[in-house]
C-alpha cells in the first residue's frame, strides 16, 4: 500500500540521546517535511525538502538536523534531545510543494 | 506575524449541520487547505480552495473569502465518526503552510 511510513511509532528518551526518526514514502513525491504538532498549538514545520538533495529550515529548526540524499527517504535527527523536544513528530509528503500534504501515521516522543 | 485562527471546540448533535470558521492573515495567499485528525491519527486532507466561492464534496463544503480572509467549513448530515480535529492552513507566499491549532468537535448523540 503506497505511502508513508514513520518509525518508531513511540519513543521515550533520557536528555542528552542522540534520536533519529526515520521517514519513507514510496508516492515517488519530489516534497517533504517534519512537523511538530503539541497541545493547543498548531502543526509547526521543523525542516522540509522540495527535492532530492536540498533541505530548508522551518518554523522551528533549532536542536534538529535533516537529510535528504534520496527521493523515498527524509530522516529526522536529534543530537542531543531535551524535555522540550517531547512531541508528537509527524512526516509528510507531496508531490509538488503546492500540492495537497499526505501525511505518515506520526511519532510520539517523549524526553525525559 | 502571520496567523490563523479557529474556534478550540465545537459541539454539535448527529444529524445536523455544523459550521467551522477560520480566519488567516498571512504574507501571501496560495491556497487554503483543510485537514481532518481523528485523536491519535494522522492529519487526513479533506478540500483545498484557491478562489473565492464554495466547493462542495459530499457532505463536506468549504467556503473561502479571499477579501475577508476568511473561510469555513460546512459539515452536514453529521455522523459521530465526524467527531475529529478540524485543521485550517494557509499557504503563505513562499508556499510554506501555516496552520491553525484546529477545532475539535464533539459529535452528541
Known amino acids: 500500500i503506497a505511502g508513508i511510513t514513520q518509525a518508531p511509532t513511540s519513543q521515550i528518551l533520557a536528555a542528552g540521546r542522540r534520536m533519529t526518526l526515520r521517514c519513507t514514502q514510496d508516492?515517488?513525491?519530489?516534497?517533504m517535511y517534519w512537523y511538530r504538532q503539541d497541545l493547543g498549538l498548531g502543526l509547526r514545520l521543523i525542516h522540509y525538502s522540495n527535492t532530492a538533495g536540498t533541505t530548508g529550515k522551518g518554523e522551528v529548526p533549532d536542536g534538529y538536523s535533516v537529510s535528504r540524499a534520496n527521493t523515498d527517504d527524509f530522516p529526522l535527527t536529534l543530537a542531543s534531545a531535551v524535555p522540550s523536544q517531547t512531541s508528537v513528530y509527524f512526516c509528510a509528503s507531496s508531490h509538488k510543494n503546492t500540492g495537497e500534504l499526505f501525511f505518515g501515521e506520526g511519532s510520539r516522543l517523549t524526553v525525559l | 506575524g502571520q496567523n490563523i485562527d479557529q474556534p478550540t471546540e465545537m459541539t454539535a448533535t448527529e444529524g445536523a449541520i455544523v459550521q467551522i470558521n477560520c480566519t488567516y492573515q498571512?504574507?501571501?495567499?496560495?491556497?487554503l487547505f483543510w485537514y481532518q485528525q481523528h485523536a491519535g491519527e494522522a492529519p487526513t486532507f479533506l478540500s483545498y480552495?484557491?478562489l473565492d466561492g464554495l466547493e462542495e464534496k459530499g457532505r463536506f463544503s468549504s467556503f473561502l473569502s479571499r477579501s475577508k480572509g476568511y473561510s469555513y467549513l460546512l459539515l452536514k448530515e453529521l455522523q459521530m465518526k465526524d467527531s475529529a480535529s478540524y485543521l485550517c492552513a494557509v499557504r503563505d507566499s513562499n508556499y510554506q503552510l501555516i496552520w491553525g491549532a484546529g477545532t475539535k468537535l464533539i459529535i452528541k448523540p
Open positions: 498571512t504574507s501571501g495567499f496560495n491556497g
Open positions: 508516492m515517488r513525491h519530489n516534497a
Open positions: 480552495n484557491v
